[in-house]
C-alpha cells in the first residue's frame, strides 16, 4: 500500500524529525539522565505510546477538533503545562539521595511509563504536526486513507523509538558515572526541574 520510495521518503524525514531538539527527546534524556538508561527506555515507549494516540486521532479525524476549537487546544495545552509544572516542582525539592543508584531511589516502571504518555498525550501540537504531516505521504488512489496514516503512523513511532532509544542509552550511561557524587546529583536534580518549568512555559505559550 505505501510504496517503496514514499516509505524511504517518509522514514528519512521521520528520523531527522525525531533528532531534532524538543520537549519529548529533552524528557527522554533528562530522565536517562537521573535514573538510568533503562528508565530512559521505560519512558520512550510511554511517548510512543502517545503517538500512537495521535495516530489514532489523525487517522479518525479528531486531531480537526483541536485545530479549529481554540477551547480544546488551550483545555490540553494549560493540563500539559500543570503537569510538566508538577514535575518540576518535585524535581526541586528532591533531594540526592531521593536519585541514587539504590532501588529506593528509582520511580517504577509503571509511573515512568505513565510520564511518557501524559508529556506526550497532552501536547496538541502533536496531533496539529500529524494531521499536517502525515497526509503529505498518503494518496486516495492507494486505498484506504485511514489505513494509510496508520501505517504511516506506526513508520514514525518505529523512528522515534530508534532515536530516543540511542539518547536514552547514552544520557543514561553518563547518569550512572554522574550519579556517583551526591552533589552532583543535587545540581541534576535542579537541571531537571529547570527544564521541565521551560517546557511548561512552552507548551503553555504555544500557539496554533
Known amino acids: 500500500m505505501i510504496p517503496h520510495d514514499v516509505f524511504i521518503s517518509f522514514l528519512m524525514a521521520s528520523l531527522i524529525l525525531a533528532m531534532v531538539p524538543g520537549p519529548d ?12 538508561k533503562g528508565s530512559g527506555l521505560v519512558v520512550t515507549l510511554g511517548l ?16 480537526a ?26 524535581a526541586f525539592r528532591a533531594s ?9 531511589g ?14 506526550n498525550i497532552t501536547n ?16 486516495p488512489q492507494r486505498g484506504s486513507l485511514t489505513l494509510q496514516m496508520i501505517i504511516l503512523g506506526n513508520i ?10 540511542i539518547i536514552a542509552l547514552m544520557a543514561g550511561a553518563l547518569g550512572d558515572w554522574l550519579t556517583r557524587s551526591p552533589r552532583i546529583q543535587f545540581v541534576m536534580n535542579r ?8 517546557l511548561a512555559i512552552r507548551l503553555i505559550m504555544t500557539e496554533r
Open 156 to 165: 514514525f513511532i518505529a523512528a522515534t523509538i530508534f532515536v530516543f532509544g
Open 25 to 36: 527527546n529533552i524528557f527522554v534524556l533528562t530522565q536517562s539522565a537521573l535514573y538510568g
Open 48 to 63: 510512543c505510546t502517545g503517538l500512537v494516540c495521535h495516530t489514532t486521532a489523525v487517522a479518525f479525524g479528531v486531531a
Open 124 to 139: 496538541p501540537k502533536v496531533s496539529i504536526f500529524f494531521l499536517a504531516f502525515l497526509p503529505q505521504f498518503a494518496d
Open 106 to 119: 528509582r520511580l517504577s516502571t509503571g509511573k515512568l511509563y505513565t510520564r511518557g504518555i501524559i508529556m
Open 96 to 104: 540526592a539521595s531521593e536519585i541514587g543508584a539504590g532501588k529506593e
Open 65 to 90: 477538533l483541536f485545530k479549529t476549537s481554540i477551547f480544546a487546544f488551550t483545555l490540553l495545552k494549560a493540563i500539559g503545562a500543570a503537569y510538566l509544572m508538577y514535575l518540576a516542582f518535585q
Open 191 to 198: 537541571l531537571a526541574g529547570t527544564v521541565f518549568a521551560g
